[in-house]
């Protein structure tokens, strides 16, 4: 280990060093002193995002500890991306937190936890260090999802998500393990290496430092492994047919947890899917595209189906999550450098319009969350203006309307989509999107167009809320407006981190 | 003066939306200094897009007032905006539509006023930009964006069944723009293969050369969206519910201009672009058949309504087969024909609305039986009304009779059975329209509510006036606007049937050299250099 | 020498076992316990292969994942008990307050 190995997992540290502050503090002070837990869990995300910053430029990094993590551009990203979900979440649950009485240093603590773990799904090079990075950031969101410890519905979210994620990173470690198996290495780029070397065997005999460890891949373990692979990643990142808890766990989690699990994991374990499929497994393109083909299409297809059905906004963000998994999916299924852009890309615009209808959710949802069907929402577009327009910005930007983040999204899903020739996946893709404008109307329909039946009592917001508010809908609109800076650093972590692939070159 | 001729239309572009904002920032309890600053906005926007009828050189065949500044560069979109003949029309009839629309609402709309003018003047933005657009990423965006104020118009302000309205119209719209744009990105991958460059320009993309089944392929992606939105026969089913339940401002814009972003996408995109696939058979025959299908089937249908408004939005659908009737004959006379009822169209539609708009703030109904012998009580309105009437179903010296004499010109042209069957259409517009005026202005006044009607105020009169005087204008002096528009229609003949010309020297829109050179030999040459060319090109594109 | 087929077989046939566990058993506790077996028969597969490819790196992965279970283990059993404080049963049919 060097210093440059450390300061290359800083981000980390300095989470977990918050992180640990933070619980301290909740433990040994008394209850209503929780006002410091926020300011330094802030305080530790700036100072992670500091540490990311300190090592700009990124594509000129060598890989840490023996080439387990790798901070490159692609991993800056996502690191980023997590530090301003996870803060724009501590902001947004301020109010939350309060009014439901959590243990507020316990909370902040699992949050920074959560985020760790993401930052080193999103940089480990290594399947070893993708699955604790994965089990970190999923052990801290077990507890959050269920921390309304008295709330039934929250305790059996918590389960269910605890159940079936456990049994998803059951299959994911058989994957990985198999994977072991045929290639002899965990390491993505030695797996990429020792596969490559199988297909063409003639380059791998001219050039024995390539050849495999344990003689010629066995392809059927590889396919096997590829399968189970593609089932843990799958239900992280609630993609059809794995997709079965989200709407349980999105809906009894504290509503800005679910702003957290919905953004933050899911670009986590889009991270972490993305470096191994395109990283370790492009070889074999051929035998895993088609799972991402008909699991895209299905999730945007079930998804969109299902929320039209919701009565319950919680729900219905959830369905929505799963069709939006759908189409980041099908950018997915191109397999190419703007492929993995328009992914990137997709998920911070995702992240910043998903975290703000959340915030709202929050806001209007009141003490013990009463408040989430869409019949309580009816008048407040003239009862609670601004919150109802930051609303419709968010939604509309969801169903893909021009100038908003939404739309650039999807354009650029579709622009690399066609590109490579998806054609029909394309179509459907598009009708999918224009269908799925119908339930998040809905709500804009509720909130302009209905008689109150109920008037719903609507808080003040505070000024943290406020800033979410502002902050997520001014960068909904940067990003519909202005994307090209957001998408140029996507698409050159997406090109570096492809770069080395095509020639076999470490 | 100069800062202003190279910018004005940013200037027209962007009046509404600052005028949007600025209302924004206005107390809500301040109703009239509301409805002020939104009808000033108007009236400035429309002020302001004058010069450009004075400014424009329908000599030239290019764009005019042309701006560019990159907007996305590593996608190749750009800001760009430009002026032919046809947008510029077009851009003139919104600006005084949006003006006109506004003013009409002064009193008809008292509750969350500041929200209405607001969405009213985003709406105008909209619409601006869909027709100035020189790029088609921009293009895309501005159509898409005019969805929202339309969805929030149509489903606060409007009728009873104001959200089903609402939901179908932005579904409809919706579905059909999003094959659109894939049919975007279908040309510019095209573009970038043939050429290297990555852009969405429309000057670069009506240059290509695309091979004829592709052609078609794209051809139906913008088949779907433009349909919906002009609406062509199957498609139509959301126009008489999002127009009934509109508010009148909302209908007005709707048939006078919305409508048009339809039929302005034919002839802006789908025959230049993909000259092969408009100008196949089958696609011909198709959209002759839907378009007359529309006109009979839209006549019928407004034959037996009993809402006055649902009349006026199903004889909308009947004149808007009229339009692309001449669009897809594909000559210079159903072109140019196609080109102007559009902004006929705009005026008789749009006048119709406003009628029945200031019936229905008097009476609260819109069925025609609860009406009779008005013009007793509102004279001068039961002769605007006529006029209208008169301008809607074609009557010489008005502008519909212009619009439609030349589009059955055209279509004669072609198929005489095609003009046959489109001249049933007209007499079936003279059929309801007359029977309307009959039922609602003649007879006794036996309805006891209706005795004390008040006749047109000025404001209202205002909001008529200038249509009928257009109307007069188009039926009476149409030579300025076929002149604007002889380039633009030029070129897409040269595009979609590029021997036409040729063969036909003295057409609408023929270039000068060939009226010069009429003398036998010359012309042979240039014919049969003509259609050599185009056998080239056709052998090259398949 | 046992053959390394049979300690995949072994192991392949323990994963399925734990995964028919989770999936037919009704008792919130024993479907726990079918996903520790699923871990471990990951582990099974680890130290074999490892073994045969004479690698240490799949026996160091196997002190992670037993490690990661202990910590899931945990987590699972405080969440177990938190849903039986709020619904007195621990069992799945029975933990159905949303509608799937």
Do not use: C
């Not at chain 1, 590889?222 to 990643?233: C, D, T």
């Not at chain 3, 995949?8 to 479907?31: C, D, M, Q, S």
Request: hydrophobic share 55%; net charge neutral.
């Amino acid at each position: 280990m060097q210093t440059s190995d450390l300061i290359r997992i800083l981000p980390e540290i300095i989470l977990a060093v918050a992180g640990i502050v933070v619980m301290l503090l909740g433990a040994f002070q008394k209850q209503n002193a929780g006002r410091m837990h926020p300011a330094i869990a802030l305080l530790g995300l700036l100072g992670a995002a500091g540490a990311i910053a300190y090592q700009y430029p990124w594509r000129s990094l060598d890989p840490a500890f023996g080439g387990m993590l790798e901070l490159d551009a692609f991993s800056a990203f996502f690191h980023i991306l997590f530090f301003l979900v996870a803060a724009l979440v501590v902001l947004s649950s301020s109010e939350y937190v309060a009014q439901e009485r959590l243990a507020s240093g316990e909370y902040h603590a699992l949050l920074l936890f959560a985020t760790m773990g993401m930052g080193l799904m999103a940089s480990s090079n290594d399947l070893i260090m993708i699955f604790i990075g994965l089990e970190i950031s999923s052990l801290a969101s077990y507890i959050l999802v269920g921390f309304r410890r008295g709330v039934a519905t929250s305790s059996e979210s918590s389960l269910k998500y605890f159940l079936l994620g456990s049994f998803a990173t059951a299959f994911l470690l058989y994957g990985i393990a198999l994977m072991f198996g045929a290639t002899g290495a965990t390491n993505l780029t030695e797996i990429h290496l020792a596969l490559q070397a199988e297909q063409n065997t003639v380059t791998a005999m001219a050039s024995p430092q390539l050849t495999p460890l344990v003689g010629p891949v066995p392809t059927a373990l590889v396919g096997l492994s590829i399968a189970l692979l593609f089932v843990g990643f799958a239900f992280k990142v609630s993609a059809v047919p794995f997709q079965i808890w989200t709407p349980d766990v999105y809906q009894g989690a504290p509503t800005p947890v679910t702003a957290f699990l919905s953004t933050g994991s899911k670009a986590a374990a889009f991270a972490v899917f993305l470096r191994v499929f395109m990283v370790a497994l492009e070889g074999s393109a051929q035998d895993w595209v088609w799972l991402l083909w008909v699991s895209g299409l299905l999730s945007m297809v079930l998804g969109n189906l299902a929320a039209l059905l919701q009565t319950n906004i919680k729900r219905m963000l959830a369905y929505s999550s799963i069709a939006h998994a759908g189409y980041i999916l099908v950018a997915f299924t191109a397999h190419s450098e703007e492929g993995v852009a328009a992914v990137m890309f997709y998920l911070a615009a995702y992240a910043l319009m998903n975290i703000g209808a959340f915030a709202v959710v929050s806001h209007f949802g009141n003490r013990g969350e009463r408040y989430v069907e869409m019949e309580h929402y009816a008048g407040l577009g003239y009862r609670a203006p601004l919150l109802a327009a930051s609303m419709t910005v968010f939604l509309l930007s969801l169903i893909g309307i021009p100038l908003t983040g939404g739309f650039f999204g999807k354009f650029y899903i579709f622009r690399a989509a066609l590109h490579a020739d998806l054609v029909w996946l394309t179509v459907l893709g598009v009708l999918n999107s224009a269908i799925a404008a119908y339930y998040y109307l809905r709500v804009i329909v509720f909130m302009y167009m209905h008689p109150a039946a109920e008037q719903i009592p609507v808080e003040r917001v505070r000024p943290a809320m406020g800033f979410v508010l502002i902050f997520s809908m001014a960068a909904t609109f940067l990003l519909g407006i202005f994307p090209q800076a957001v998408l140029d650093f996507a698409s050159q972590a997406a090109a570096l981190l492809l770069e080395n692939l095509g020639n076999g070159v470490l | 003066m100069t800062w202003i001729h190279d910018h004005i239309l940013t200037v027209v572009l962007f009046i509404p939306l600052a005028g949007a904002i600025l209302i924004m920032f206005l107390p809500k309890e301040n109703k009239n200094g509301v409805r002020w600053a939104a009808n000033l906005t108007a009236f400035l926007g429309f002020l302001v897009s004058v010069p450009l009828f004075f400014w424009f050189d329908s000599s030239v065949g290019e764009f005019q007032f042309v701006e560019k500044v990159e907007w996305i560069p590593s996608i190749g979109a750009n800001y760009s905006l430009g002026l032919d003949g046809i947008s510029l029309l077009l851009v003139l009839l919104t600006t005084i539509l949006g003006f006109i629309a506004i003013l009409s609402s002064w009193t008809s709309i008292n509750e969350r006023l500041k929200e209405y003018y607001v969405f009213l003047l985003l709406l105008q933005t909209g619409m601006l930009g869909v027709f100035m657009t020189l790029d088609f990423f921009l293009f895309y965006v501005f159509w898409e964006v005019m969805l929202v104020p339309m969805y929030f118009l149509i489903g606060i302000w409007g009728g009873a069944r104001k959200l089903y309205a609402a939901i179908k119209f932005f579904l409809y719209t919706l579905v059909g723009s999003v094959l659109m744009l894939l049919g975007i990105l279908a040309l510019y991958f095209i573009n970038r293969s043939q050429t290297g460059v990555a852009t969405f320009d429309i000057v670069a993309l009506q240059n290509l050369n695309i091979p004829v089944n592709l052609q078609l392929w794209i051809f139906f992606a913008f088949f779907v969206a433009f349909a919906i939105k002009v609406p062509m026969f199957p498609f139509h089913t959301w126009l008489p519910d999002a127009h009934v339940e509109a508010p009148t401002a909302g209908s007005v814009i709707l048939a006078g201009v919305l409508l048009k972003m339809g039929t302005y996408g034919f002839v802006r995109f789908s025959l230049p672009m993909l000259p092969d696939a408009s100008s196949h058979p089958m696609v011909v025959n198709l959209m002759i058949t839907l378009s007359l299908i529309a006109i009979i089937y839209g006549g019928l249908v407004s034959l037996m309504q009993k809402d006055w408004k649902k009349l006026v939005a199903y004889s909308s659908v009947s004149h808007m087969g009229f339009i692309t009737l001449g669009i897809f004959t594909l000559n210079p006379n159903g072109l140019s024909g196609g080109i102007l009822q559009q902004i006929n169209h705009g005026i008789s539609t749009g006048a119709l609305f406003l009628i029945v708009g200031i019936i229905y703030e008097r009476r609260h109904t819109r069925e025609i039986s609860e009406f009779g012998g008005l013009s007793n009580v509102m004279p001068v309105y039961a002769t605007m009304f006529l006029i209208v009437a008169m301008s809607s179903l074609g009557l010489p010296t008005l502008n519909g009779f212009i619009g439609e004499f030349v589009i059955l010109q055209g279509a004669f042209e072609e198929n005489w059975v095609w003009a046959a069957l489109a001249v049933t259409g007209i007499i079936l517009a003279a059929a309801y329209l007359l029977w309307l005026y009959q039922r609602t202005m003649f007879g006794p006044l036996d309805n006891p509510k209706n005795k004390n009607l008040k006749d047109l105020n000025f404001r209202e009169m205002m909001t008529l006036v200038p249509l009928i005087i257009l109307a007069f204008w188009i039926g009476l002096y149409p030579k300025p606007f076929f002149r604007i528009l002889e380039q633009p229609v030029q070129k897409i003949m040269e595009r979609v049937r590029p021997a036409y010309y040729a063969a036909h020297p003295d057409a609408f829109g023929a270039p000068a050299r060939l009226n010069a050179a009429a003398q036998p030999s010359a012309s042979l040459e240039t014919e049969a250099a003509a259609v050599r060319s185009a056998e080239k090109r056709a052998g090259a594109s398949r | 020498m046992v053959p390394l087929s049979y300690y995949l077989i072994l192991a392949a046939i323990l994963f399925v076992i734990g995964v028919a566990g989770f999936l037919f058993k009704r008792n919130i506790v024993t479907i726990f316990m079918s996903v520790e077996l699923m871990l471990n028969a990951v582990n099974l597969t680890f130290v074999s292969l490892s073994y045969s490819l004479r690698q240490l790196d799949g026996q160091i992965f196997v002190f992670f994942v037993m490690v990661v279970a202990a910590a899931e283990a945990t987590i699972g059993l405080a969440i177990i008990i938190t849903v039986f404080r709020n619904r007195e049963s621990l069992n799945v049919d029975r933990i159905d307050l949303m509608k799937l």
